[in-house]
Structures are given as C-alpha cells and as structure tokens.
C-alpha cells in the first residue's frame, strides 16, 4: 500500500535555528513527490515537485531533497512567517492518485 | 488570475438537511477533486473527476455525490449529512498531465449538527 510518513507532527525553533523535515515514503514507482505549505483555515499552497533521487529545489530559505525513500524538506535560518504546515505528498506511477502524509507543524519563535 | 473558488467558506447546518459546496476553477484544468482534512488524519480525497461527465470514488466516498456538467465546476452533495460530516473540505483541480501539482482551494469549514 503506498504511504507517506512525515516526522516530527510538530516542530517549534528559534528565529535562525536551522532544521529539516522529513517525508519517509512507500509507492509502487514514484512519478512525483510534492511539497506544500499549508497556512491555518487556508488551502496548501505548492512549494515543489521532485522527480528521481538526488535532485534538489530551492526557494529561499526553503531547500528539497529526494532519495529512493525519502525527502527532507530544509529550512535555513528560518524567520516567523515561515510558521505553518508543511505537507508532503506523492504521486505513483500506476495512477493519478496524490496521496498525503499527515503534515509537519512548525512554530518558528520570535 | 488562476484559482479555484469554493463556496460557501464556512457553513453550519442540520443533520439530514441536504447542500451543495460549489467548486469552480479557471484554468482549463482537466483533472478536479475533493478532499476533507481532519486533525491527525491528513487530507483524504472523496471524490476525483479526469474530465467532463467522468467521476470516480476517491479514498472516503461514504455519504458524498459529485457531478461534473462542466469542466470549470466540480459541487459536492450531501445529501443527508451526518455529525461525521463535520470537516474542512478543500477541493483541487491540476492538468490531465502527469506530474504536476495540485491547486487548492481555500477551503470550506462545514459544521453539521
């Protein structure tokens, strides 16, 4: 069955502490593994896709990694407004289907 | 500019009362689905359409209906809601293509008592 696990659930830094989520995966062929952020009340907003191990995306203080089981979502120096959700996501080969793990909430302190 | 609108955004009704959660999207996208997230379960999607006049059940189908007339909109029915019911629904449309993500939504807050 495929599936997404995220860890830690949640996750509270100082301003500047550097830290990284991960997303451990199983999928029959992975076709595309996403990440989100997700605001309180508000819809997930897309950050990146990641196709095969060992690529590599970057979006300001935000850096995505992918190996054959996993991503690591890190985030560098880190300021307040990057509070909320981080989602991961994959999609399988065989369908269309996008399966989500259960997300990462994270606190970052003043 | 590209979106997907849901309306309405926070909804409280009755149990066995029946409504419709518009979706509507305008960027051509062929693909649309629902999903609902629940504390500790993460999103789950309900329903999917690929296009026009062709719909499927998604992971938790149990208590909704869909219709897609129309490219642009996706409703979701429920036709005799239950407390069970009570989520944050959020519905999602991308191209027919393969890799590529999902436009959420901002969400709709249903509360049935």
């Known amino acids: 069955e495929d599936q997404v696990t995220q860890s830690p659930e949640a996750l509270r830094l100082q301003e500047g502490e550097s830290s990284s989520l991960n997303c451990s995966y199983t999928?029959?062929?992975?076709?595309?593994l996403f990440w989100y952020r997700q605001d309180p009340g508000k819809g997930p907003e897309f950050l990146f896709t990641?196709?095969?191990a060992g690529e590599e995306k970057e979006k300001e203080r935000l850096k995505a990694t992918l190996t054959k089981k996993e991503s690591f979502l890190h985030i560098t120096a880190p300021k307040p407004e990057d509070s909320a959700t981080y989602l991961c996501?994959?999609?399988?080969?065989?369908?269309?289907?996008?399966?989500f793990g259960k997300g990462t909430r994270l606190h970052i302190l003043p | 500019e590209a979106q997907v609108t849901q309306n309405p955004r926070y909804l409280i009704t009755v149990t066995g009362k029946k409504l419709t959660v518009t979706c509507s999207q305008n960027?051509?996208?062929?693909?649309m689905s629902w999903y609902r997230q629940d504390p500790g379960l993460g999103l789950r999607q309900i329903y999917y359409?690929?296009?026009?006049?062709?719909?499927d059940k998604g992971d938790v189908p149990e208590g909704y209906k869909v219709s897609r007339k129309e490219k642009r909109n996706f409703p979701l029915i429920l036709e005799s809601p239950s407390p069970n019911q009570t989520s944050l629904y959020f519905c999602?449309?991308?191209?027919?293509?393969?890799?590529?993500?999902?436009?959420f939504g901002q969400g709709t807050r249903l509360t049935v008592v």
């Open positions: 999602a449309s991308r191209p027919q293509l393969a890799n590529t993500e999902a436009f």
């Open positions: 999928v029959s062929g992975l076709r595309g």
């Open positions: 990641l196709y095969s």
């Open positions: 996501a994959v999609q399988a080969r065989r369908d269309d289907k996008i399966i």
């Open positions: 960027m051509n996208h062929e693909y």
């Open positions: 359409s690929m296009n026009v006049e062709v719909t």
